[in-house]
């Protein structure tokens, strides 16, 4: 098994020398940098880098330490994780399966590099399928009556599963602004379109009605604007006059299980910086 | 040289027969059917089809023969033409000019069924450029100002070259509801954006700025309603945060040349059936 | 739920009337024509036709009587079904298994026009997952030296179930000529390369030494000559030099999945006509 | 306009602190980095770099310090150069002409970071379009019989011009061995397959007796292996049973369009290290 390496990802007001400087430092400790990307928003004079390297001695401490140098000496925001470190993730979701079962599959075969430890949903449908998993599955249904103790009770299994991330696998319901503020912890979704084409409800219908000749699916971080955060995949398919609305949804079904899971997987793998409500991709 | 076909484009209220009722008033006329493209929209009842068949005798009187059974007999809105016809296609253009050396290129090569008769521009930068394809080439300021008196001159050369088919070619004028109303002829125009996403100006600034992860083109039919056409066909392209706007533009370029090139295509093919401001497309 | 259609698939020597003889004899049996679709081989000058309706009366009676028409008064080659009417399916895998997951969920999900019946495999390691189906799975292992009794096993088995259509999800043994002939029933191949290039083993690796840019899929009939089977379906993702050979194969993963659905869709929806080693596909 | 930067391309066997050294050099002469990317080929143990930056002062000066820094400190193979220096370009082409306006029109646009100096061919046939862009055309019939002194007659005249790489459109003859060692430019060709499939003669001939679901283009560099060099990129585009040959043509002239101008401009971006008979594109 490959030694653990450190991933780091920094960002902040551009300098000279900051490649320079990242990478000195991790030699002068004999690290050996396996891949370092750098993006400059030159408009916004914004630096941008994700270096992955092999540290000579204690991982963590060696973390900790660039942690502080970065942020210090750098200036930089940064977030610096272990490669062995394995993100505790959450799944979300209502009834629709197709993302459910794509997505379990995936994190079972070792394709993606977290835990998946829990599904929730605000419906009891898929917990039989989960339990023959062996994933936890909670159920809490959710009304606009109760919409805001459901998301108590949904945030205290988050928390007891100490999740890092939650990913809604088609969950048909809006997270409140006060859920993701509690939360504290990202929060992938998958929408059934192009966006910015075709946000809101219902988007295969309103594909099918404005005639559209290609339909897409989109995955970004949840924000409290519904379908207006930052997006981190998408993709298309084409689609013609002879397609009725159920073969959309049905081939709407195949792009959103692979744009949904290559978001997750590049969010696990820490490949993503967020700034400005836009992502840079680090792939 | 092939002998001439026949090309019906009919659509209206489905009923009993009809594909057998055109097939076999072909047959009973010795013709030979080489493709036949039919449409049911189950929902709204209506049956759409294209046949392209060699005439047994003089196609001009078949055409008008089979224009009238298909009206009278069966009920439906019919189009057809005899396949050596090749309409007379306008160009409008502004100063970017892309697409313009790619449509006359593709026209001048055979790729076109059509002849292009003439260029119409606001601006006078591509007067040489056109000259030297040998096109004539008109030039005609449009301001606020003069916009309704610069529509009407334009109005003239359209009729005087008996114009069939406009096409824009990032021509970066609207055109007025009573300039598509007289010129009585269908007009393509090529959006640089994947509609209903990014309609109005600059779509390549608004895709940046919303961070999205593919740019597209769409070809479609001008109408009153700026970008609301029926859409003939649309393509995207891969972009990543290193791509400036510059680079969208660039990468775009070529998207737009191809969707608007296959657009017009289509339409010079007559495989395109507009119906509730969609489009069915017999490619 | 809708009424049973008709489907029917006729190749055969082109002669003047086919498209109306067909839209007749339905006609006059006061049949309603959904779909006709028709292909022209002008160089061969063979008629290919996929037309399906929904007969007045008994289906079953009609599709004989259409059956006769077409052999005896049309010349044709014909397969007809009623919609209704479920191909029994057996899939066979050895231990790779994410064809293996999708294509059984995308059955279970209702997206397939077919019933998977059973699971052959050389390897035990799927049991477990086929019972979590609920599906029989049956294990034989092949060795070269008992490969002959090996097939005589896995015939008897296939015989038993009735099977219409055999799906090889990744199945690593070749299977002989003598099996396919006894089997006489069509077996579907996915082949983890663009074919023809990288034909044969490990074509993950053969793409990786070559420094292609873009890794395939391609679904095909398995014939005698191996990968050289009518391609059904195919389809291509862009790689690029930080693309490992694991990572071609995670990547082409999902073209598997993607490439062998869509052509086990095309088999079952009756859409395919096989002619010269290679396919019409009517979608 | 912005101020010239240096474009180094450097690979060798890798050591520890490759990538701060790197960067401490540029960062001590004050230097501003505005990309740096790269790869390690783990297999081989060879590291790659591309690395951009603005020189604090005379650039041509600070070229030839790196150059002999990389060569002799790093151990490294090094091509540097500076951003405003244009490589001079030389087309060469037959009679297939859609290549030929495509490549000319975007070095005319600004698109491709060269100058376009002279068109070679051996036909007459594009002499006047040629001349109509404003470039030099040079003819020169190639046959058996002729064929080594007409490759000197062309190595002298891309000598004369000082060419720095060499284009081929489409050019319908192979180059010997011979003329690839004496002209000492890389030659990047155009393939009108996806390569490695369907190499050689008429490979739109070849995919449709195939019967393929996709065609391709491939770029790469010319080498004495017919087709075997370096590929550069590849695209595909979907076709069907409807295609005739002539549609193949038609539709696989826009690929090969778009990948021969991809090619070239990543070429004069400095983008592409060769290695191994395979391509590593900093894109």
């Not at 075969?109 to 599904?119: D, H, K, N, Q, R």
């Not at 929408?191 to 219908?205: C, N, R």
């Not at 339909?215 to 689609?239: F, N, S």
């Not at 969010?267 to 993503?272: F, K, P, T």
């Amino acid at each position: 098994m490959a030694a653990p390496t450190l991933i780091a990802r920094l960002f902040g007001p551009d300098k000279p020398g900051l490649v320079a400087r990242v990478a000195g430092w991790i030699y002068q400790r004999k690290g050996n940098i396996h891949h370092a990307d750098q993006h400059m928003d030159v408009a916004a004079n914004i630096f941008f880098q994700r270096v992955e390297w092999t540290p000579q001695e204690d991982a963590p401490a060696e973390a900790a330490d660039f942690q502080e140098f970065a942020a210090n000496e750098l200036g930089m925001q940064v977030s610096i994780k272990v490669s062995s470190q394995r993100p505790k993730v959450a799944l979300m979701v209502s009834k629709i399966d197709h993302c459910f079962h794509d997505t379990i599959l995936r994190f079972k075969s070792g394709e993606l590099a977290g835990e998946l430890v829990c599904v929730l949903s605000n419906h009891p449908d898929l917990e039989a399928a989960t339990q023959a998993y062996s994933i936890p599955f909670h159920y809490c249904p959710v009304q606009a009556a109760n919409k805001s103790s459901a998301e108590a009770t949904q945030l205290d299994w988050l928390r007891s599963y100490q999740v890092d991330l939650v990913v809604m696998a088609r969950y048909m319901q809006i997270l409140s602004d006060d859920f993701l503020r509690q939360l504290e912890r990202p929060v992938i979704n998958i929408h059934h379109s192009f966006l910015p084409a075709f946000a809101g409800g219902k988007p295969y219908h309103q594909a099918y009605e404005r005639g559209v000749k290609l339909i897409g699916a989109t995955a970004h971080y949840a924000t409290p604007d519904l379908d207006e955060g930052p997006i981190i995949h998408q993709d298309v398919t084409r689609i013609n006059h002879r397609n009725s609305i159920p073969e959309l949804v049905r081939k709407g079904k195949d792009l959103e299980k692979s744009v949904f899971a290559q978001a997750i997987r590049l969010h696990l793998d820490s490949r993503i910086l967020v700034y400005n409500n836009k992502t840079v991709v680090f792939d």
